[in-house]
């Protein structure tokens, strides 16, 4: 059963920093694409950043670029998001999500929010 769980995520003021993690279960995790969304409030979920399985491939979303960087740890099978010069507008629940046999799997997420 593949598993997706997020920890890390708390409140900050503008400029303050976070690392999530997403730790990965039942799944060879190692080979696989993973990604961290983030869904704010009454917005649609965005993709955040993406990271292929040899850490060669990164993408990230235009509002994060220079502020953000994705990682990964495949011997720990955890995914990382470390998060600084965070601002309000960064305030979203964070998914940690991945993509098996087309069929998305996605973490219970945890909330990031950034007071001014």
């Known amino acids: 059963q593949v598993q997706l769980v997020e920890s890390g995520g708390g409140s900050v003021h503008s400029g303050g920093s976070l690392k999530l993690s997403c730790v990965g279960s039942?799944?060879?995790?190692?080979?696989?694409?993973m990604n961290w969304y983030r869904q704010g409030p009454g917005k649609e979920r965005e993709l955040v950043a993406s990271i292929d399985w040899y850490s060669m491939w990164l993408n990230y979303g235009d509002s994060v670029k220079g502020r953000f960087t994705i990682s990964r740890d495949n011997a720990k099978a955890t995914l990382y998001l470390q998060m600084n010069d965070l601002k309000p507008e960064d305030t979203a629940r964070y998914f940690c999500n991945t993509k098996i046999k087309e069929t998305e799997y996605w973490g219970q997420g945890t909330q990031v929010t950034v007071s001014s």
């Open positions: 039942g799944f060879t995790f190692g080979v696989y694409t």
